[in-house]
């Protein structure tokens, strides 16, 4: 079984300072990691993701994860926020296994609210 | 190229009743999975059905039942609707279930 903990439910943050979500995973067995965003009364989209490689993920808007595996941990950081970043943030994990049976287990996000 | 869709987008229900949620995915994928969504809360996993076979089931009552057609599209039926039942439910599809899933907008079900 996996779980997934985020232990910031918000975070309130001035814009143009500096950004970090914690989250931190549980699992028996090597994992995907992910973030998805979700926009107030929209579904979830995908901002990055882990699937093996380099521990450092980047996405198209300026947001990146580390995974640290002794820590279990990937933690959400952007250097400068924008007002348009106000959203909630979820970090999932998948196992590796193959077979089509990969469920995603979300943590129960965190908000995130830029403000001027 | 579209996207995932579902539809209804958002409905009301009565206690008791039934309801079925419809899921189309992205063109060339073959997996599609149902979530849970409560106010507040992260998404809880429902079902996923690759290749028109159930893969995985989440801890829901048998009330919740899904099925995947010969075009990968999916159902998610509910049954004897219950007040805790009003969520947000999410269709996600992906090539072969392993990862790369892309969510759908939604379906809003409120039980009254």
């Known amino acids: 079984a996996q779980s997934v903990t985020q232990l910031d439910s918000q975070v309130p943050v001035f814009e143009e300072a500096p950004v970090e979500l914690r989250c931190n995973y549980s699992?028996?067995?090597?994992?995907?990691l992910f973030w998805y965003v979700q926009y107030p009364n929209q579904g979830l989209q995908l901002l990055l993701k882990?699937?093996?490689?380099?521990?450092l993920v980047e996405s198209i808007n300026g947001f990146e994860a580390e995974f640290n595996k002794s820590q279990t941990s990937f933690h959400l950081r952007k250097p400068s926020v924008h007002i348009s970043d106000t959203a909630e943030y979820f970090c999932?994990?998948?196992?590796?296994?193959?077979?089509?049976?990969?469920?995603?287990?979300f943590g129960t996000g965190t908000q995130l609210k830029v403000e001027l | 190229d579209a996207g995932v869709t579902q539809s209804p987008t958002h409905l009301i229900k009565t206690r008791g009743q039934q309801v079925t949620l419809r899921c189309s995915p992205i063109?060339?994928?073959?997996?599609v999975s149902w979530y849970q969504q409560v106010l507040g809360q992260g998404p809880q996993f429902i079902f996923q059905?690759?290749?028109?076979?159930?893969?995985g089931r989440g801890n829901f009552p048998d009330r919740f039942s899904a099925r995947q057609f010969p075009n990968y599209s999916s159902e998610l039926n509910v049954n004897a609707l219950l007040l805790g039942d009003s969520a947000l439910y999410l269709c996600?599809?992906?090539?072969?279930?392993?990862?790369?899933?892309?969510f759908g907008s939604g379906t809003r079900l409120t039980v009254v």
């Open positions: 996600a599809s992906s090539p072969t279930g392993n990862y790369g899933y892309t």
């Open positions: 699992s028996s067995v090597s994992v995907y």
């Open positions: 882990y699937l093996s490689g380099s521990t």
């Open positions: 999932a994990v998948s196992d590796m296994v193959t077979g089509g049976g990969n469920k995603l287990t």
């Open positions: 063109s060339g994928h073959k997996s």
């Open positions: 059905y690759y290749e028109k076979e159930e893969r």
